[in-house]
């Protein structure tokens, strides 16, 4: 399963921005799929998830701030970032729970940039 990230950028605080991450290859189903991020000198935390059903969770830093949503039909999952704030500056990395021919697996996108100026 490959994922592909786009929609990172510089923005000033309290901007937008829409993140999105297209899985592609031969994919029977993608459980969970969701949004981590790494800031320099900091561990990649959970930003946020959702379950094939739409069940969605959140860092609590980013809660009433983010929201995450999937196409099914189109493998895809998007993170709308919205009052951005300096703290949130990170590369941001899409991972999904995927099943293909060779089993279940763990993949991760290459990462997308996000900054956000005061």
């Known amino acids: 399963v490959r994922l592909v990230e786009s929609g990172g950028g510089l923005v000033q605080a309290g901007g937008s921005l829409r993140l999105s991450c297209a899985a592609s290859?031969?994919?029977?189903?993608?459980?969970?799929m969701g949004w981590y991020r790494q800031a320099p000198g900091k561990q990649r935390e959970l930003v946020a998830a959702?379950?094939?059903?739409?069940?969605?969770n959140y860092a609590d830093s980013v809660k009433g701030r983010f929201t995450i949503s999937r196409d099914n039909a189109k493998n895809t999952v998007y993170l709308q970032m919205n009052s951005l704030k300096p703290e949130d500056t990170a590369v941001y990395y899409c991972n999904s729970y995927a099943r293909s021919p060779m089993g279940f697996s763990d993949d991760w996108g290459q990462g997308t940039q996000v900054t956000v100026s005061s």
């Open positions: 290859g031969i994919i029977f189903s993608i459980n969970a």
């Open positions: 959702i379950t094939s059903g739409g069940t969605a």
